[in-house]
């Protein structure tokens, strides 16, 4: 993983990843040497190499460059008690100390004072940056800040001040002013509106916590990564670092809760399930796993956090996040610009330094002693149900693949209904393949409607439980509903196989339906059409690997096919998705196939499937039978689902 020279490998104390704290604190000090070059005059604004600027313009993300790196030098110095060789904090001393000179609204970099940072503004990006700047001068504080000049101190604290009054954009940032109000209040500065800070943040949480750990990100039903890396990370630390015993029972608890369900989310080969918006952040899914270890408060053993936090730095460094100077690009492997929202720049993958808070748990903390042991992915096939975001997590110990189905997150506003995001609308999502940013949809079920294939918009849960997880959706064409139509969704799932049924209520008789599977992407595809089976394979690396998308046609639906992806996904250059289609032919009508994405071989699923598919006063009945000798029952009825699983 070039140019950061890890130590050896430990197999005995880490046999599964080979890593250790060292290969910790390389990673670290390399990342941080190739930034430092880029780093602009008096080290206020560092500006990293990049196609574009992100919307808040090239001094915000100077400012981004500073304060994401900031924060893991400071995670490295503090884990070393202080000692700092490489000279990182004077480096960031000076930039405090230059960057809040003359704070400005120019978004450019011309001016009286080119480096001074931008002010922090209502829902402005630098509000996000003070609190990684917050969050690093609180952990270095003895080192740092308390060294300071008097006069630097003053206008750092004023400029950081400024997020305690400003409006946070009404979701997770309203930690940041929560972060910044931490620090501020230990440090002396504006007391009384950090505390107000700190509470108000708190407050307005809570408003979106939905039990059993899961927060949804100030949208109805906005799931994904941010629960870990934002709404547990912020409160937790909160509580550690000053040590409000009350705090870290109630968020520590949450924290607990939320890591019994994410350790299941990541693959064999230490990959987090591709879902959700900022993935470019990559290795910041790690940091809730480090912080149950940090505050005591986690149902992971420490050879399992340690073994699950060292696999996502270690499948990320191996798989090509680095360019050939040392630097996190954007993208999740490599580059990948379809999946890099608006208001990410060049530096803004370096909040992945989240991802190294393990290294303020000092080395012969057992987390770091203790044995490497599997995480769940390892373990044996497994399927959890997550009823409050509306998922199912399914995984095979064969080839280490984790899988989520989607029957819960939409990131959909309150107040209106937005076109379907890929990152959080699909059915499904793993931790080997990435949704389609640009081509046909995967893991989808549309009707076409003048030609135009319809988007789930809201989602509605109707359950999770026993290998099954359910959901209905009024479909969506031309930004409107289709008037008295309505989808109703199950998926049902064991070992590797899947049968998903969607009974389709008020459409047209002879409505096209059309349902994708997963979709593969690498350095080669290969499809192909048997009858009902449409196969889609991908081949990456100079092994050969090869990744087996499998849909397969069983009730409602007449004809199989694959789309090609010119484009490919996140994680290969071109690929392919397989897709069945069918029409309607009444006011209620049901479609069912399975399917399978697998490593390796391209053997057809083995599931027997049974449908009775006429219509009865309780609704369309579907037995599956599968390989394992197990049976699941449902009944299908518009907006209801019941399932029974014998085994």
């Not at 884990?79 to 000076?94: F, N, T």
């Not at 081949?539 to 050969?544: L, W």
């Not at 309780?618 to 699941?632: K, N, S």
Request: charged residues 20%; aromatic residues 8%; negative net charge.
């Amino acid at each position: 993983m070039p140019p950061i020279e890890p130590p050896p490998e430990d197999r005995s104390l880490s046999p599964l990843t080979g890593w250790t704290r060292a290969h910790w604190e390389a990673a670290a000090d390399g990342l941080l040497a190739a930034v430092r070059r880029h780093a602009g005059p008096e080290h206020a604004l560092i500006g990293l190499p990049g196609s574009r600027p992100s919307w808040s313009g090239p001094r915000s993300d100077g400012l981004e460059g500073y304060a994401r790196t900031f924060l893991l030098a400071a995670f490295r110095v503090a884990g070393a008690g202080g000692d700092d060789p490489h000279g990182l904090l004077p480096a960031y001393a000076e930039g405090l100390a230059a960057g809040t000179r003359r704070p400005t609204t120019e978004r450019g970099l011309s001016g009286a004072d080119p480096v001074s940072w931008p002010e922090i503004t209502d829902r402005g990006q630098a509000m996000v940056e003070a609190a990684s700047i917050a969050l690093a001068l609180r952990i270095t504080r003895p080192w740092l800040w308390d060294r300071l000049d008097q006069d630097v101190r003053e206008r750092a604290g004023a400029w950081l001040a400024r997020a305690l009054y400003r409006a946070p954009v009404d979701n997770n940032w309203w930690l940041f002013p929560l972060t910044v109000g931490g620090f501020l209040a230990e440090a002396g500065v504006d007391g009384a509106a950090a505390e107000q800070a700190v509470e108000r943040g708190l407050a307005r949480i809570e408003t979106w916590y939905r039990g059993d750990g899961w927060y949804t990100d100030g949208r109805p039903r906005a799931f994904d990564h941010y629960n870990g890396w934002a709404f547990h990370l912020y409160p937790v630390l909160h509580a550690h670092l000053g040590g409000d015993r009350q705090l870290l029972d109630l968020y520590g608890g949450r924290l607990a809760a939320y890591l019994d369900a994410c350790a299941h989310a990541f693959g064999a080969d230490g990959a987090p399930v591709h879902q959700g918006r900022s993935l470019t952040y990559r290795f910041a899914a790690a940091a809730p796993l480090w912080a149950g270890a940090l505050c005591g408060r986690t149902p992971l053993s420490p050879g399992t956090t340690r073994r699950l936090a060292s696999g996502v730095l270690r499948h990320f460094l191996d798989r090509g996040a680095l360019d050939a100077e040392g630097l996190l690009t954007s993208g999740w492997h490599g580059p990948h610009p379809p999946m890099v929202q608006p208001y990410s720049g060049p530096a803004s993958p370096y909040w992945a330094s989240k991802g190294f808070l393990g290294l303020l748990l000092p080395p012969d903390h057992p987390v770091w002693t203790a044995v490497e042991q599997p995480g769940p992915a390892e373990l044996g096939d497994a399927v959890r149900p997550l009823p409050r975001p509306g998922w199912l997590i399914q995984s095979t110990v064969a080839d280490g693949l984790v899988r989520l189905h989607n029957h819960g997150s939409d990131d959909q506003p309150a107040d209106e209904v937005l076109p379907d995001d890929p990152l959080y609308a699909r059915l499904a999502h793993s931790t080997a393949t990435g949704p389609v940013l640009d081509g046909p949809p995967d893991n989808h079920l549309g009707l076409v409607v003048g030609g135009t294939l319809t988007g789930r918009g809201r989602i509605r849960p109707l359950g999770a439980g026993d290998g099954w997880a359910a959901s209905e959706h009024r479909p969506r064409a031309g930004g409107e509903e289709l008037p008295g139509v309505v989808v109703t969704s199950l998926v049902l799932v064991a070992g590797a196989e899947e049968v998903h049924a969607h009974l389709v209520t008020g459409a047209d008789p002879g409505t096209e339906v059309r349902h994708s599977g997963w979709a593969v992407a690498g350095d080669r595809v290969d499809t192909a059409v048997d009858g009902p089976l449409a196969t889609a394979i991908a081949t990456t690396g100079p092994d050969g690997g090869r990744l087996v998308s499998l849909l397969r046609h069983v009730a409602g639906f007449t004809t199989a096919d694959t789309d090609p992806l010119p484009s490919g996904t996140a994680f290969g250059p071109v690929g392919a998705v397989p897709r069945v289609s069918g029409r309607t032919t009444g006011g209620t009508a049901l479609f069912v196939s399975t399917a399978r994405l697998a490593r390796g071989t391209a053997r057809p699923p083995r599931t027997t499937v049974e449908v009775r598919t006429g219509q009865t006063p309780q609704g369309h009945l579907l037995h599956v039978g599968w390989p394992d000798g197990g049976r699941h029952t449902a009944l299908l009825a518009t907006g209801s689902v019941t399932v029974r699983r014998e085994d």
